[in-house]
């Protein structure tokens, strides 16, 4: 792994940008002006210097989303990704708030709590829990978070070479599709869109990751459901403003998309927060706010349940085969245009 870059003003000499809220990390002078609804300026490409030379640090064979409209506003791990951070047992964690809004990663019996505010700073933590290599994922543009499995099967070209599994490492590519990050496997370097769910270049292209039902709940109820479990170590060999939250600004802008996207759903207000669902060619998001403690969703592959708190949405039950994350509704309808927005539940 690259040499980490050791504190935010590290990053601001690479990108060229001052340390202020979300346009310190993503936007440049002109990209950070809100995008008034009904009236989306005309889509432009966003590649700014210094950033990430896709065609010479990725394998962009096969790549399934338009060119054209990936942004490039980073290098390649100028946010880097942590892999097998350290762990710390709950009661030996401090500087946590009972609101703070976690990511719940239970595998069999072990639970890990992946702190959104550490993946601010992140974006991707790869992470083995309950014996399982799996990859907590976050875009603060999208408020989106995935949990996935990163153990994916291999057929090799060669008919003489038997398929075989591999466990994937990733990393943040620098580059945003639908104003989504785009994550990047270290070992055959194509990219990966979070919310288009699988590949879209290099030798796995199309390949699609097992998603784990997305849990995003308070610290205060994970300290309660998981008293034996365990919180990334906060000290994560990276200097970084953990308490604070640099997209505060963008996100009570609720009308603000920070770079262009080619078009997107209108059913709702863009940056409506709730749960997104794929099972087979259906295409479903749910509002956060009319979720509750119980909400049922109907799709062609079983019944999805879900309940609502105040650090996000989180995903009680799940068929197999069917893929929840959470998102804003703006990007998820971007990458899934067919979405329907369901406002009551099956029962």
């Keep these: 792994m690259n040499t980490p870059i050791r504190s ?3 990053i601001t000499t690479l990108v060229g940008s001052v340390v202020l809220g979300v346009s310190s990390l993503y ?10 609804a009904g009236e989306e300026p005309a889509f432009e490409q966003v ?20 060119r054209r409209e990936i942004h490039t506003l980073l290098p390649r791990d100028a946010i880097p990704s942590l892999t097998d951070p350290a762990l710390l047992p709950i009661a030996d964690a401090f500087g946590y708030q009972p609101n703070d809004r976690i990511i719940d990663v ?56 038997d398929a075989h599994e591999e ?3 990733f990393g943040v590519s620098g580059a945003l599709y639908n104003s989504n990050v785009l994550m990047y496997d270290r070992q055959y370097k194509g990219l990966w869109s979070q919310l288009g ?43 970084r403003p953990y308490d604070g939250n640099p997209y505060q600004n963008y996100f009570n802008d609720k009308d603000r ?27 479903l998001f749910v509002p956060a706010s009319k979720i509750g403690k119980r909400f049922v969703i109907e799709t062609e592959l079983g019944n999805v349940i879900a309940a609502s708190t105040d650090a996000g949405v989180q995903v009680l039950i799940a068929p197999k085969g069917v893929q929840t994350v959470q998102s804003f509704y703006y990007s998820f309808s971007a990458f899934h245009p067919q979405t329907v927005v369901v406002t009551e539940s099956a029962e």
């Design 8 to 10: 935010i003003l590290a």
């Design 27 to 36: 936007a440049a002078n002109g990209f950070d002006e809100p995008q008034d």
């Design 47 to 66: 590649n700014r210097p210094g950033s990430v030379d896709l065609a010479s640090e990725y394998d962009l064979d096969g790549l399934t989303i338009p």
């Design 106 to 161: 239970t595998i069999g019996d072990e639970s890990v709590a992946v702190p959104i505010k550490i993946l601010n700073f992140h974006e991707v933590a790869n992470l083995v829990v309950g014996g399982d290599p799996v990859a907590a994922t976050y875009c603060p543009l999208c408020d989106s978070v995935t949990l996935v499995r990163r153990t994916v099967l291999i057929t090799p070209t060669d008919p003489l070479e």
């Design 167 to 169: 466990v994937l490492e």
């Design 197 to 239: 769910l699988k590949a879209v270049s290099g030798p796995l292209v199309g390949t699609a990751l097992e998603l784990l039902p997305v849990k995003i709940i308070p610290w205060s109820q994970f300290q309660s459901e998981h008293p034996s479990g365990k919180v990334l170590n906060a000290n994560t060999g990276h200097e």
């Design 257 to 283: 998309i920070l770079v262009p996207i080619a078009d997107f759903g209108d059913a709702i207000p863009k940056k409506t927060l709730g749960l997104g669902i794929k099972a087979g060619e259906q295409s």
